[in-house]
């Protein structure tokens, strides 16, 4: 595979730091970096996002994710490597990145279990979180970049 373009985010002036952006406002909140890591795997596995999944298992094993965690990721709920919190975090990954599979993709007592786990701008960076990854998802299938080609 062959990517067809530079990825777009690194193409158009601005775009890069405007992500980069969002990533500092999530991180500023004090939502934890593994917590997003794992998020980012698990958007990445149910969006088949090889480029997103080859960098952001590596990220979390700079923070300190155990192999067990991060073999267990896209088996969350049958495991018991993952807190409450990451359990909620992982749901909301979940039911955010597959829209289309419930009419309500975010119940109510999701949402309540989440309010109740995070601290409010906690809970937005989570979605914002979640939102981005999404993005760099489809950015990468969009334009088939490849995994490990962006690393040294």
């Not at 979940?94 to 599979?101: A, F, G, V």
């Not at 309500?104 to 809970?123: G, K, N, T, Y």
Request: net charge negative; with cysteine; aromatic share 6%.
């Amino acid at each position: 595979m062959t990517a067809r373009m530079t990825n777009p985010a690194m193409a158009l002036p601005g775009a890069m730091q405007a992500l980069l952006k969002v990533s500092e406002a999530v991180t500023a909140t004090g939502l934890s970096p593994e917590l997003v890591e794992l998020v980012n795997m698990r958007a990445s596995q149910l969006n088949g996002c090889s480029t997103c999944l080859d960098g952001h298992w590596r990220m979390a094993r700079k923070l300190g994710a155990s192999d067990e965690r991060l073999f267990a990721v896209g088996a969350w709920r049958h495991t018991p490597y993952f807190s409450d919190a990451e359990r909620i975090a992982l749901e909301m990954t979940e039911q955010l990145t597959r829209l289309s599979d419930e009419p309500d993709a975010v119940p109510d007592a999701l949402w309540d279990a989440a309010a109740d786990e995070f601290a409010a701008d906690q809970l937005a960076a989570l979605v914002l979180a979640i939102a981005q990854i999404n993005l760099w998802n489809r950015l990468n299938h969009a334009t088939r970049q490849q995994a490990g080609a962006w690393r040294p």
